[in-house]
T-cell receptor
Framework: AQKVTQAQTEISVVEKEDVTLDCVYE???????LFWYKQPPSGELVFLIR??????QNEISGRYSWNFQKSTSSFNFTITASQVVDSAVYFC???????????FGTGTQLKVEL | DAGITQSPRHKVTETGTPVTLRCHQT?????MYWYRQDPGHGLRLIHY???????DKGEVSDGYSVSRSKTEDFLLTLESATSSQTSVYFC??????????FGPGTRLTVT
């Protein structure tokens, strides 16, 4: 069985601060895929990134970066110079290779204030 | 954006009435999913489909049925709606790269 833990239920930061959202996963499979999704106050679920278990390179996309570390079973998400528009619930998720169901974390509510 | 739509987007219905939610995709993906999202529970899988007429239960399937007669359409039916089924329902499709893309959601209120 797989498990995804997002221990931070809610984080509040002031605009322009950097913030890291933690994601820890458990799986016995050697092939798996990790994801981050964003759910802004408008409610839609937006796909942000996919990472496979064989690629531990960090990923950067604008102000967003992701740090994948197999040694600690973590896939953390950092927002640099946060903005109010980053306020959302962020979900981390995992699926194993050959699997057909995502395992979601419980989400982290990020509030970015002026 | 992945081509996935849901209808209706909002619905209010009375306890005991049947309700059908529709999910439509234009991506021709094999896998489709129905989730519900409630405060404090995150996203919970109701049912999913791995092909036409091929479906399986998720973790909260009681009170729900699904059908998939065409690749592009996945229907979720509440045979007799109850207040506990008031929720936001999301449909999703999964690409061959295991990426799931979600529809805009349907807000269902059972009074």
């Amino acid at each position: 069985a797989q498990k995804v833990t997002q221990a931070q239920t809610e984080i509040s930061v002031v605009e322009k601060e950097d913030v890291t959202l933690d994601c820890v996963y458990e799986t016995r499979d050697t092939t798996y895929y990790l994801f981050w999704y964003k759910q802004p106050p408008s409610g839609e679920l937006v796909f942000l990134i996919r990472r496979n278990s064989f690629d531990e390179q960090n990923e950067i996309s604008g102000r967003y970066s992701w740090n994948f570390q197999k040694s600690t079973s973590s896939f953390n998400f950092t927002i640099t110079a946060s903005q109010v528009v980053d306020s959302a619930v962020y979900f981390c998720a995992l699926i194993t290779g050959g699997g057909n169901k995502l395992t979601f974390g419980t989400g982290t509510q990020l509030k970015v204030e002026l | 954006d992945a081509g996935i739509t849901q209808s209706p987007r909002h619905k209010v219905t009375e306890t005991g009435t049947p309700v059908t939610l529709r999910c439509h995709q234009t991506e021709n993906h094999r896998y489709m999913y129905w989730y519900r999202q409630d405060p404090g529970h995150g996203l919970r899988l109701i049912h999913y489909s791995y092909g036409v007429k091929d479906t399986d239960k998720g973790e909260v399937s009681d009170g729900y049925s699904v059908s998939r007669s065409k690749t592009e359409d996945f229907l979720l039916t509440l045979e007799s709606a109850t207040s506990s089924q008031t929720s936001v329902y999301f449909c999703a499709i999964m690409s061959p790269r295991y990426e799931q893309y979600f529809g805009p959601g349907t807000r269902l209120t059972v009074t």
